[in-house]
């Protein structure tokens, strides 16, 4: 299991560990419309670009690329860093996977952890969609419970009862899997108390998030350790109990399949 302190980036890794680099800088203004055609190039250009994206600007592209292979985040596989998560045995319990897009980390899960009751939720129908046309191809269809819920949303009435009041506290862990990093520093104050509720005392995030140490540009915010931990503290009923250096599996075209990220693991006090 995880050594229960922060440990710096460099002292042990899942994946390659980063080298030093300049500071990443967002890419000028980048429209969709702008673009001759769509590749997954210019997806990855125009989710890092430092053009405010609103949530349904959000919701839309995904909805646009999903399942087309432009989506530079879709690799049809779990991500290394699950993989190797699953190895440690860190999923047992209730496990909520925020934000879990066409369901392949949620699938794996639930294939790889019998004690583990997988709960999958997104924002976009259509990942939901295709998160269930999987489970039905690998026969393992009702083995996820695949949600479509907002959890940014405050208003438990607006919730499905799966993630309601009377589940609250409920949930052993959580797999923030490229989630978090996708969030402005407003929709993170919503996002932030949903998983607080969520989780039991004592439960468990793995948040795994692209690093300032990959400078290329593209691609999702930054999430220095400082940063993570200016939202993940005592304050706000968090201890963030290690930080490793991992890596996120890409599409093969953007930045030759892989980017430099961190994986938090933060504990519910």
């Known amino acids: 299991m ?13 994946g390659e ?14 429209e969709l419309d702008e673009m001759p055609e769509l590749t997954v190039e210019a997806i990855h250009r125009y989710m890092g670009s430092s053009r405010d994206l609103a949530p349904d600007d959000k919701g839309k592209i995904r909805t646009h690329v999903t399942g087309t292979g432009l989506a530079p985040w879709e690799i049809h596989r779990p991500q290394k860093v699950v993989r190797d998560l699953v190895l440690r045995r860190c999923f047992e319990g209730r496990v909520l996977d925020a934000g879990c897009g066409i369901g392949d980390n949620a699938l794996y899960l639930a294939k790889a ?18 998160a269930a046309a999987k489970a039905d191809l690998r026969g393992m269809k009702g083995k996820v419970h695949l949600l479509l ?24 862990v959580v797999l923030d899997s490229s989630t978090f990093h996708c969030l402005s520093d407003a929709e993170r104050e919503r996002y932030v108390p949903t998983l607080h509720r969520l989780l039991r005392p004592g439960g468990r995030i793995y948040m795994n998030c692209m690093s300032e140490e990959e400078t ?7 999430i220095p350790v400082a940063d993570l931990q200016s939202v993940f503290n005592a304050a706000s009923g968090w201890e ?30």
């Not at 995880?2 to 899942?14: L, Q, T």
């Not at 560990?17 to 980048?30: I, L, T």
């Not at 290329?216 to 930054?222: A, F, I, T, V």
Request: aromatic letters at 6%.
């Open 113 to 130: 952890c019998p004690a583990a009751e997988v709960t999958a939720v997104d924002l976009v129908a259509r990942c939901l969609e295709f």
């Open 17 to 30: 560990a980063p080298s030093c680099h300049d500071e990443y800088e967002p890419g000028a203004n980048v």
């Open 149 to 172: 819920a907002d959890l940014l949303e405050q208003d438990l009435g607006k919730l499905p009862g799966q993630l309601g009041a009377e589940v609250s506290g409920s949930f052993s």
């Open 216 to 222: 290329r540009p593209g691609g999702p915010r930054r």
């Open 2 to 14: 995880f050594m229960r302190k922060v440990k710096a980036a460099h002292e042990c890794s899942i």
């Open 240 to 269: 963030v109990e290690s930080v490793e250096a991992t890596i996120i599996e890409v599409h093969p075209a953007s930045w030759g399949g892989e980017a430099k990220a961190r994986l938090f693991t933060i504990r519910k006090l």
